[in-house]
Every structure is written in structure tokens, then in C-alpha cells.
Nanobody
């Protein structure tokens, strides 16, 4: 059974940091592209970062470049999203997803976690 489970969300002040984890089971992580998406209330789900399986390249949307870092530990079957210098506009439910093609289209991803809430507020 394929499963992705996010953790690490919470409430943090602007400028603070959080590290999200995505533990996967039921498939071998190293053969998949992993993406992090987020969805704020009233907004569409948007891709934040993804990591290519073939060459390890990482991709970020402009608004998080220099602040977020995606990484993976294949031995632990876990993907991480380190988020630094968080801003109120980063507030959203964050999801990890697995697929075969790196990109920002949610429909390209086959498997999804349940999401974890990130709230950035003073």
C-alpha cells in the first residue's frame, strides 16, 4: 500500500524555520520524483519545490528560492523541506507528492500525502 505521511508543520513567527518531513512507504523513493505543494485558503494548490530522480536536480518557485531546501534520504525513504525565513504568505497546508515527472502540475503526481498545516504569524 502506497502511503505518504507529512509531519513537521506548526505555528512559527515570521523569520522562523520549520522542517517538513514526508515519510513514504509502499514504493521505493529513489525511483520517483518528489514534489512539495501548498494550498492556502481560497487559492489553488501550487508547486513549491521538486526533486528530479534521474539527476538529483532541485527546483523551486521564485518566491521560495534561497529560503526553502528540498532533500531526500533514500535509505530512510523520507523527503524533507527545510523552510527558513518564513513569511506570512507561506501560510498554507503543505503536501508531498510522488510521480514520474518533475513539474508544477499536480496532475503529474500519482500519490499524495494528507498534508500538514504551516502557519506563519506573530
Amino acid at each position: 500500500q502506497v502511503q505518504l505521511v507529512e509531519s513537521g508543520g506548526g505555528l512559527v513567527q515570521p523569520g522562523g524555520s520549520l522542517r517538513l518531513s514526508c515519510a513514504v512507504s509502499g514504493f521505493t523513493l529513489k525511483y520517483y520524483v518528489i514534489g512539495w505543494f501548498r494550498q492556502a485558503p481560497g487559492k489553488e494548490r501550487e508547486g513549491v519545490s521538486c526533486m528530479s530522480t534521474s539527476d538529483g536536480r532541485t527546483y523551486y518557485i521564485d518566491s521560495v528560492k534561497g529560503r526553502f531546501t528540498i532533500s531526500r534520504d533514500n535509505a530512510k525513504n523520507t523527503v524533507y523541506l527545510q523552510m527558513d525565513n518564513l513569511k506570512p504568505e507561506d501560510t498554507a497546508v503543505y503536501y508531498c507528492a510522488a510521480g514520474f515527472s518533475a513539474g508544477w502540475d499536480p496532475y503529474e503526481y500519482n500519490y499524495w500525502g494528507q498534508g500538514t498545516q504551516v502557519t506563519v504569524s506573530s
